[in-house]
Nanobody
Framework: QVRLVESGGGLVRAGDSLRLSCTAS????????MGWFRQAPGKEREFVAA????????SYADSVKGRFTLSRDNAKNMVYLQMNMLKPEDTAVYYC????????????????WGQGTQVTVSS
């Protein structure tokens, strides 16, 4: 069982940066691949980024590649999403999620989800 809590969202201007954090509870956090997804009003939840259980491998959506960086600290049970050069189209609720040993772009492959944190980027 893994409980996830996101933090770090807020209202920023285009071009600004934000760092989202995901705090996990559970002794087996380091065995889970982690992902970030986002959902804008009226749209489906979409993949943003994912990281392997060790942190050695990452994957990014094309829309955020080069701007977002995902990392994890297994000793602290934390996952971080550094978001730079934010755009208005990045506005959404961002969710942290845990899957099994491997990461996926399909949200249905993730077993545990946080409650989400709102990111709003003004133009």
């Amino acid at each position: 069982q893994v409980r996830l809590v996101e933090s770090g969202g807020g209202l920023v201007r285009a071009g600004d940066s934000l760092r989202l954090s995901c705090t996990a509870s559970g002794r087996t956090f380091s065995s889970y691949a982690m992902g970030w997804f986002r959902q804008a009003p009226g749209k489906e939840r979409e993949f943003v980024a994912a990281i392997s259980w060790s942190g050695g491998s990452t994957s990014y959506a094309d829309s955020v590649k080069g701007r977002f960086t995902l990392s994890r600290d297994n000793a602290k049970n934390m996952v971080y999403l550094q978001m730079n050069m934010l755009k208005p189209e990045d506005t959404a609720v961002y969710y942290c999620a845990a899957s099994g040993r491997y990461y996926y772009t399909d949200p249905q492959q993730y077993h545990y989800w946080g409650q989400g944190t709102q990111v709003t980027v003004s133009s």
